[in-house]
């Protein structure tokens, strides 16, 4: 139960025309408490319930439980939660063997492109495509839990 992760922002819209799938999410935090959040998201039409730990000093490592809930239950956790739900398209892109989540936040975040990449370990070696920009690993500002509370348009 633990997410090592990469986070990048996004240079250009190239990823669109590479993506095979992408699906609109809907989130929210019932908790924003730096030691554990607690999120629940809507991903299409699947619901989810998150649990996530404080990031290692790197901010590449975590903390993370995830239970599928149904979709109704997700939808009623929402209105629970904290102020400033979080909405975006998620488009995933295959770069070699990883897979590439490229977020583009829609509302209060509009204009933000994020990509994650999950790995395998801390140390593990990418190609990054020529689309991905400046790395924010570990920078708290680009955590959606924090945008939801400080979003992008107030910067």
């Not at 819209?13 to 609109?24: F, G, P, Q, V």
């Not at 939660?81 to 977020?103: F, M, P, Q, S, W």
């Amino acid at each position: 139960m633990k997410e090592i992760e990469r986070k990048y922002r996004v240079n250009n819209d190239t990823y669109k025309r590479l993506s095979k799938l992408s699906y609109e999410i809907k989130q929210g935090f019932l908790n924003t408490h730096p030691d554990r959040t607690v999120r629940v998201r809507i991903k299409g039409d699947q619901g989810f319930l998150t649990i996530k730990g404080r990031s290692n000093e790197s901010g590449t490592t975590k903390f993370e439980w995830e239970k599928e809930i149904p979709v109704q239950e997700a939808q009623a956790l929402l209105e629970l939660c904290e102020e400033g739900v979080i909405e975006k398209t998620r488009y995933e892109v295959l770069a070699g063997k990883h897979t590439i989540e490229v977020d583009e936040f829609h509302r209060a975040n509009q204009g933000l492109v994020m990509a994650e990449i999950e790995l395998t370990h801390e140390d593990e070696s990418l190609k990054l495509p020529n689309w991905l920009g400046e790395e924010v690993t570990g920078d708290i500002k680009y955590y959606n839990a924090m945008l939801s509370k400080y979003p992008y348009n107030t910067w």
